[in-house]
């Protein structure tokens, strides 16, 4: 006679079954629980045996539920999730003074973390960490508390839009001093290196040098000569150490702006596509650290666009009509 409280199978073969119903294979689900195929094919067949009725039928080439399987696999994605979202709880109460943001890098490095250290003065008891990546994270899965995904479309209903984003040409103020290779207007770059993001795939077209370049009607241009980076923030240090011309991100360079590291020479501006959004995960949404952090980022956000459209740029006399 069973003592147990409840007569349930083992959990390991229900998350076997769970991943041979998405992947309806036996060797695709091994390889995502990290067993073998056999492996797989004993956890089905103890269960079946468990049940006392068949879940799969094996055919040449492929997996295919029974009446019983698919009256399992109904119950199994919601028993899981479940456990899942309470296992998820209680290690995030066991580390609640831990707050996880993840975000681009270029992000991180240009807006994020030269602010953090006001927030971290006022907040010593929490651990910040900044997990930067150039890909999105399954917020619950990582036990990430706050995403800042930069994006064209939020689906999620969740996301709060933290800011957009302007485009125009940034340089170091020395470049402006050579009154052999002026940069009064956007043609005179011909006379100077351009400093490009290296994006092979394409993803981000408004931060590519021809793209600009057609905005304000230079189809045909040709630079003293170009040299690319594969990181943002390295075209940054590129542009602050003089070594040329590159296209500038509000609000991400404002306070580089701000400071004199960098000018910008010319009015035209374009607004990109996409906009920064601020996503938490739901198992920490009503966290009071998260919320309060959320605010922060807000604030500084609120901050940035009530100025960001008034980004410095280089003031001149009109003394020549090369001026536009």
Not at 199 to 219: F, K, M, Y
Request: net charge neutral.
């Amino acid at each position: 006679m069973r003592n147990r409280p409840y007569d349930v199978p083992p959990l390991d073969l229900i998350e076997g079954f769970e991943a041979a119903t998405r992947n309806l294979s036996f060797t695709r689900a091994g390889a995502e629980l990290n067993l073998t195929q056999s492996a797989v094919s004993r956890q089905i067949k103890a269960l079946e045996e468990w049940l006392g009725a068949p879940l799969f039928e094996r055919r040449p080439r492929a997996l295919v539920l029974t009446r019983d399987g698919e009256t399992l696999h109904k119950a199994v994605p919601g028993i899981l999730r479940a456990v899942e979202d309470v296992a998820h709880k209680i290690r995030y109460e066991q580390q609640a003074r831990t707050l996880t943001v993840t975000t681009t890098a270029s992000f991180a490095s240009l807006w994020l973390i030269p602010r953090l250290p006001g927030y971290t003065r006022e907040h010593p008891e929490l651990d910040v960490r900044i997990s930067a990546a150039n890909k999105f994270m399954d917020l619950e899965r990582s036990n990430v508390e706050i995403a800042i995904r930069h994006t064209s479309v939020m689906p999620d209903g969740a996301a709060r839009k933290l800011f957009e984003e302007e485009v125009f040409p940034v340089c170091a103020p020395q470049l402006l001093s050579d009154p052999d290779k002026p940069i009064a207007m956007p043609s005179d770059l011909h006379h100077h290196v351009l400093l490009h993001y290296d994006d092979p795939a394409n993803r981000i077209a408004w931060l590519d040098w021809p793209t600009w370049l057609e905005s304000v009607g230079l189809n045909d241009f040709k630079a003293a000569g170009s040299v690319r980076f594969n990181q943002y923030e390295q075209v940054v240090v590129a542009a602050a150490s003089g070594q040329g011309v590159a296209l500038g991100r509000s609000p991400l360079l404002k306070q580089m702006l701000q400071d004199g590291r960098l000018v910008a020479p010319f009015s035209d501006k374009s607004v990109a596509p996409r906009a920064y959004f601020v996503l938490t995960s739901r198992m920490a949404e009503n966290n009071p650290e998260v919320i309060e952090f959320v605010d922060w980022l807000f604030r500084e956000a609120g901050q940035e666009t009530r100025s960001h459209r008034r980004v410095p740029t280089v003031r001149r006399a009109k003394p020549s009509a090369r001026n536009p």
